[in-house]
């Protein structure tokens, strides 16, 4: 059951996802599905072709038919569901993607009826898989192959037009993921002047891990912008999260959207817990409705269609327009409403050094287990009724996801990942003397609760 995740379902090859497991995949989500086509499509990794057909065959074996897309990033395969295929709209899409995983593993992202398909739905198909004792059989294999990447590539050069030969040199690291399906036609369609490093996907991924969250992984992208370049991105696996990289900043997904949210009209932008106050304050201060939520990609998208915002953000990378877009995460799309924004003259780092400077630590986590990482979460905001004398003084608490404690001078974070055992900490201060004051405060905290549940 531990393939099964909050966000998706994912798992080593072979040892987890096999023939076996993944036809009943196929077979049993066929059955959550109305509609009677599915688009599928996958990533770089060498046994994501493997994975296709045994997921086609449980989902032909359940009765539906597969549009076939071959390899694409995840955002081309989230775009098939707002298309026509021939008269044909799939009522649900499946991207195999290991995403930032190591090369061993690989999963599934699900798509029903243009929503997520995630947390308890992906926890009772779960279920059903674990309780089927037979492999279901296919009389045939229905795959209609669809060219998915041709028909985004076309939409978003036409969306950018008028960023055609604009100046800006630009660098760019694919990771050996899937972006280098769609980067090079879009780049040189509208003739900008980039240099691309490991474009060709290889889910071995030879160079370096494709994450770009982790600050080595942007050691060659750097080298190549102090190399005569304006701005970089770098791209995850399978092409929904972005790093923005300027002379003088790594733009984290929250300042990201303060950039994007410029050139909206007073925009609702919906951020996770893990992102900084400036990002919250500042947006208000601009007269636009800002709202805090839960991690995780299928939560905000979730939660933007219930509050129709325009924009969502996670400091990791993940960015979601509404607004001009559909509404799900697209590192290739926000890599062009970037550049839109150096096009019409913004200056990024003069931006971002008008707002207040605060220290911020990156993500800690602190390792614990599967069956005690929300007990912890539970006991610190019983520990948080009545807390130690020498407990900074709290201002409020947000428990939308895990535990936010506003201090008189910034905020600590505690809460459970939802895909790894272990918990998450970040820390935010106007000085950094005080950002290590919340830091050890909640880290005693976390500490008792682990002692009190022994």
Same mark, same amino acid.
């Given at each position: 059951?531990?393939?099964? !995740?909050?966000?998706?379902? !994912?798992?080593?090859?072979?040892? %987890?996802?096999?023939?076996?497991?993944?036809?009943?995949?196929?077979?049993?989500?066929?059955?959550?599905?109305?509609?009677?086509?599915?688009?599928?499509?996958?990533?770089?990794?060498?046994?994501?072709?493997?994975?296709? %057909?045994?997921?086609?065959?449980?989902?032909?074996?359940?009765?539906?038919?597969?549009?076939?897309?071959?390899?694409?990033?995840?955002? @081309?395969?989230?775009?098939?569901?707002?298309?026509?295929?021939? $008269?044909?709209?799939?009522?649900?899409?499946?991207?195999?993607?290991?995403?930032?995983?190591?090369?061993?593993?690989?999963?599934?992202?699900?798509?029903? /009826?243009?929503?997520?398909?995630?947390?308890?739905?992906?926890?009772?198909?779960?279920?059903?898989?674990?309780?089927?004792?037979?492999?279901?059989?296919?009389?045939?294999?229905?795959?209609?192959?669809?060219?998915?990447?041709? !028909?985004?590539?076309?939409?978003?050069?036409?969306?950018?037009?008028?960023?055609? /030969?604009?100046? #800006?040199?630009?660098?760019?690291?694919? $990771?050996?993921?899937?972006?280098?399906?769609?980067?090079?036609?879009?780049?040189?369609?509208?003739?900008?002047?980039?240099?691309?490093?490991?474009?060709?996907?290889? $889910?071995?991924?030879?160079?370096?891990?494709?994450?770009? &969250?982790?600050?080595?992984?942007?050691?060659?992208?750097?080298?190549?912008?102090?190399?005569?370049?304006?701005?970089?991105?770098?791209?995850? $696996?399978?092409?929904?999260? *972005?790093? @923005?990289?300027?002379?003088?900043?790594?733009?984290? =997904?929250?300042?990201?959207?303060?950039?994007?949210?410029?050139?909206?009209?007073?925009?609702?932008?919906? =951020?996770?817990?893990?992102?900084?106050?400036?990002?919250?304050? %500042?947006?208000? +201060?601009?007269?636009?409705?800002?709202?805090?939520?839960?991690?995780?990609?299928?939560?905000?998208?979730?939660?933007?269609?219930?509050?129709?915002?325009?924009?969502?953000?996670?400091?990791?990378?993940?960015?979601?327009?509404?607004? +001009?877009?559909?509404?799900?995460?697209?590192?290739?799309?926000?890599?062009?409403?970037?550049?839109?924004?150096?096009?019409?003259? *913004?200056?990024?780092?003069?931006?971002?050094?008008?707002?207040?400077?605060?220290? &911020?630590?990156?993500?800690?986590?602190?390792?614990? &287990?599967?069956?005690?990482?929300?007990?912890?979460?539970?006991? @610190?905001?019983?520990?948080?009724?009545?807390?130690?004398?020498?407990?900074?003084?709290?201002? /409020?608490?947000?428990?939308?996801?895990?535990? +936010?404690?506003?201090?008189?001078?910034?905020?600590?974070? @505690? !809460?459970?990942?939802? #895909?790894?055992?272990?918990?998450?900490?970040?820390?935010? &201060?106007?000085?950094?003397?005080?950002?290590?004051?919340?830091?050890?405060?909640?880290?005693?905290?976390?500490?008792?609760?682990? +002692?009190?549940?022994?």
């Amino acid at each position: 059951m531990s393939i099964y !995740r909050e966000y998706d379902i !994912r798992g080593i090859y072979e040892k %987890e996802l096999n023939e076996q497991s993944v036809v009943r995949i196929g077979y049993t989500l066929a059955n959550k599905i109305k509609g009677e086509y599915v688009a599928v499509g996958y990533d770089a990794r060498s046994h994501s072709p493997i994975l296709f %057909e045994y997921l086609v065959a449980g989902l032909n074996a359940g009765g539906k038919k597969v549009l076939g897309m071959g390899l694409v990033p995840t955002p @081309v395969n989230y775009f098939t569901n707002y298309q026509e295929w021939n $008269g044909i709209t799939p009522s649900a899409s499946v991207m195999i993607t290991g995403s930032h995983n190591p090369s061993q593993y690989n999963g599934f992202k699900i798509t029903v /009826d243009k929503a997520p398909f995630f947390s308890e739905e992906i926890y009772a198909l779960g279920d059903e898989c674990e309780a089927m004792d037979y492999i279901p059989k296919a009389e045939k294999r229905e795959v209609i192959e669809i060219d998915a990447v041709t !028909r985004y590539v076309d939409f978003i050069v036409n969306e950018f037009q008028h960023l055609k /030969d604009m100046p #800006t040199k630009i660098a760019y690291d694919c $990771g050996n993921g899937v972006a280098g399906v769609v980067t090079e036609d879009i780049f040189s369609r509208l003739k900008l002047k980039t240099t691309g490093l490991y474009v060709e996907p290889d $889910g071995s991924f030879p160079n370096h891990h494709p994450d770009p &969250s982790e600050e080595h992984n942007l050691e060659d992208v750097k080298k190549l912008l102090a190399n005569g370049n304006d701005i970089a991105f770098a791209y995850d $696996g399978d092409a929904d999260r *972005i790093a @923005v990289i300027t002379h003088e900043n790594n733009i984290k =997904g929250d300042m990201m959207a303060l950039l994007y949210s410029m050139k909206m009209d007073k925009p609702t932008v919906i =951020g996770e817990v893990k992102c900084s106050q400036v990002m919250y304050d %500042e947006l208000e +201060r601009r007269g636009c409705k800002a709202i805090m939520y839960k991690t995780g990609h299928s939560n905000l998208k979730v939660k933007m269609k219930e509050t129709d915002a325009d924009l969502a953000c996670e400091v990791s990378g993940h960015i979601f327009f509404k607004n +001009r877009y559909f509404g799900y995460d697209d590192a290739i799309y926000a890599t062009l409403r970037m550049l839109e924004l150096v096009h019409d003259g *913004i200056d990024l780092d003069a931006e971002l050094a008008k707002l207040p400077q605060v220290f &911020s630590t990156e993500e800690i986590k602190v390792k614990t &287990s599967e069956s005690e990482k929300f007990k912890i979460i539970d006991k @610190v905001k019983e520990l948080l009724l009545h807390p130690p004398a020498s407990f900074p003084t709290i201002k /409020d608490i947000i428990d939308v996801d895990g535990v +936010r404690i506003n201090f008189e001078h910034g905020w600590g974070l @505690v !809460r459970a990942s939802n #895909t790894t055992p272990v918990l998450v900490t970040r820390f935010e &201060s106007t000085s950094q003397e005080n950002a290590k004051v919340y830091e050890k405060a909640i880290n005693n905290l976390i500490q008792k609760a682990k +002692r009190l549940l022994h």
